[in-house]
């Protein structure tokens, strides 16, 4: 069964203060996955997660993440700017984006961070708005498909990201010439990838790389990214990867690889979202209607605009009935937001116990591309953001919108 982070008590108590739909998130649990990850990559000296701006654009989130020793990973010219204004400069923030316009390049450029050229002709678009710094990363795409154990995980091949083997090294040349003195290397093959072969497989492919740069055109490797992409347990029987393993995964790598080639040197980077941010959000519902007809519903007051996953993927988010837990799990409902769209569903034939109005509902996992996929479809406002301390308390971190924002960009 999974666990909520607080009990029913707590999220009443939250739900009275602040209203529903609401985003509540875990300082506790946000801030021992940190320190988990940062212990389990300690071996590699240089070891810094940046953490993926769009999974959570909430600026308490990144506070929280920064002092816990994260950076940010930004795409965008507004990412950039909330980092800035969260006190992020400099090298703590990774640049990873694609299809650049001007404006955000300039940015991150004037920020000092870490750039992660997309693509070759990046080099000179760079050259031209910029400049080249002394540190720069290019993003590599391998093509084909990424399987393990014979099993086909993503299809790198049909990903818009990244370069060729061949345009990393003409790119190189380039930035080599270009006055460039550090390089990094960037990947990212898979998304939410639960199983531990992931980062392991991946960094050997990018150390192996990194070796064959370093030796056909004399640059500096200072930095493999290895992104996001580690995934999370969204179904109740699933298992969590182990960050442990992971990390000594790709130790073994680096130690095989990089090691012999006289490239100990080399610092790991992540960029995870998913992995930091998912498990310890969730979004706080409450039914305000049931329905029979062909089949049973409960609609509840969140829609698909404050968490999009499952209308968009189809994904799967474990929904709580508080108060419920231990219930049986003996009615087949459809768990279902107000927009006039049938794909706004939370759930669909999940066997829950039974639902009152006025029953408080967690769905889980909502920290990460959760809130920050909202949207204003139907003229829905998008809730708060609420964090439940690591002492018991609450503090807001967002307001929720109001009409007022709505009608602010219009023209009457
Ligand atoms: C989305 C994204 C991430 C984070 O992905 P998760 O699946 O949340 O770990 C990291 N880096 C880049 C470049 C991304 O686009």
Redesign the pocket.
């Known amino acids: 069964m999974k666990q909520t982070f607080a009990d029913r008590e707590k999220f009443e108590e939250i739900a009275a203060r602040y209203g529903t739909p609401i985003h509540v998130y875990d300082e506790k649990g946000i801030r021992e996955n940190a320190r988990r990850l940062n212990r389990a990559f300690s071996w590699n000296p240089g070891f810094k997660e940046?953490f993926?701006v769009?999974?959570t654009p909430t600026p308490g989130i990144l506070k929280i993440l920064k002092e816990e020793g994260c950076g940010v990973?930004c795409?965008s010219l507004t990412e950039l700017m909330l980092s800035e204004k969260c006190g992020f400069s400099g090298h703590d923030i990774?640049f990873?984006?694609?299809e650049t316009p001007v404006a955000d390049m300039k940015k991150a450029r004037e920020l000092g961070a870490y750039i992660?050229l997309d693509d070759y002709t990046h080099v000179k678009f760079l050259n031209e708005i910029c400049g080249i710094p002394e540190s720069i990363c290019c993003?590599f795409n391998p093509g084909g498909v990424f399987s393990v154990a014979n099993q086909i995980m993503d299809n790198p091949r049909d990903a818009k990201?990244g370069m060729t083997r061949g345009q990393m090294k003409s790119a190189y040349r380039d930035l080599l010439a270009l006055g460039a003195k550090n390089f990094g290397i960037?990947a990212?093959l898979v998304?939410?990838a639960t199983f531990n072969e992931y980062y392991p497989m991946m960094a050997r492919q990018l150390f192996t790389l990194a070796v064959e740069l370093h030796q056909a055109t004399g640059a500096h490797i200072e930095f493999v990214n290895l992104?996001?992409?580690?995934?999370i347990p969204y179904y109740p029987d699933q298992i969590a990867p182990n960050i442990e393993i992971i990390a000594n995964g790709v130790r073994e790598a680096y130690n095989e690889v990089l090691v012999p080639a006289g490239m100990g040197d080399v610092k790991i980077f992540t960029?995870?979202?998913?992995?930091?941010?998912?498990p310890y959000g969730c979004l706080l519902t409450r039914a305000i209607h049931e329905k029979h007809i062909y089949k049973e519903y409960i609609g509840v007051d969140a829609c698909a605009c404050n968490l999009m996953r499952p209308a968009m993927y189809g994904a799967y988010h474990h929904i709580t009935v508080l108060g419920k837990e231990d219930a049986p799990h003996d009615h087949l409902y459809d768990v279902v937001g107000s927009l006039c769209e049938n794909n706004d569903k939370f759930a669909i034939d999940r066997e829950l116990p039974e639902i009152d109005v006025g029953d408080l509902l967690v769905i889980h996992d909502t920290g990460?591309?959760g809130h920050a996929m909202g949207y204003n479809y139907n003229g829905k406002l998008r809730s708060a953001e609420v964090l439940l301390k690591e002492d018991g308390s609450t503090t807001l971190l967002r307001r929720a919108e109001t009409p007022e924002d709505y009608f602010a960009t219009m023209v009457f």
């Open positions: 940046y993926a769009k999974a990973d795409s990774m990873s984006s694609n992660n993003r990201y960037h990212f998304s939410n992104s996001g992409g580690i995934g960029e995870l979202g998913r992995y930091m941010l998912g990460a591309h």
